[in-house]
């Protein structure tokens, strides 16, 4: 799908995302509980919007809210810019109103200092400091 496409060269460039990133947000993408989402419906990577933006997971919750989620790795402050992006983006794709609570947007990084942390705050960014676990 071209918007697909689009999106990611948008969002990775030409080389695309990290190994670190990617395996990040495709092991939250399949355990939401470590965000606090137990009532997850459903999921979505990659989520592709119509203005060629892409979030990095969309999860859809069975009281009909959603929760959309932001992957950084080293650097969470532009992430969190891009949370209130894609919290605004999923708005209007659902019609609802612009910090609807409906739509919540969640910051992943392996580190948050405290400066991103008041961003969040003041913006209504919920974060979480997450690795993946060790392989064993």
């Given at each position: 799908?071209?918007?697909?496409?689009v999106a990611?060269?948008?969002?990775y460039?030409?080389g695309?995302?990290?190994?670190?990133?990617?395996?990040?947000?495709?092991?939250?993408?399949?355990h939401p509980?470590?965000?606090?989402?137990?009532?997850?419906?459903?999921?979505t990577?990659?989520h592709?919007f119509?203005s060629?933006d892409?979030?990095?997971?969309?999860?859809g919750l069975?009281?009909?809210?959603y929760?959309?989620?932001?992957?950084?790795?080293?650097?969470?402050?532009?992430?969190?810019?891009q949370?209130?992006?894609?919290?605004?983006?999923?708005?209007?794709?659902?019609?609802?109103?612009?910090?609807?609570?409906?739509?919540?947007?969640?910051?992943?990084?392996?580190?948050?200092p405290?400066?991103?942390?008041?961003?969040?705050?003041?913006?209504?960014?919920?974060?979480?400091?997450?690795?993946?676990?060790?392989?064993?």
């Amino acid at each position: 799908m071209r918007r697909a496409a689009v999106a990611q060269v948008r969002k990775y460039g030409v080389g695309g995302e990290g190994k670190a990133h990617k395996e990040l947000k495709e092991w939250i993408a399949k355990h939401p509980d470590v965000l606090g989402l137990t009532d997850v419906v459903s999921s979505t990577v990659e989520h592709p919007f119509i203005s060629g933006d892409a979030a990095d997971i969309v999860f859809g919750l069975r009281s009909g809210a959603y929760a959309v989620v932001e992957i950084e790795t080293t650097t969470p402050l532009p992430g969190a810019h891009q949370a209130i992006k894609y919290r605004a983006l999923l708005c209007a794709e659902k019609q609802l109103p612009l910090g609807s609570s409906k739509v919540r947007s969640i910051l992943v990084a392996w580190a948050i200092p405290p400066n991103v942390r008041r961003f969040c705050a003041d913006y209504a960014i919920d974060f979480q400091e997450y690795e993946i676990p060790p392989r064993i």
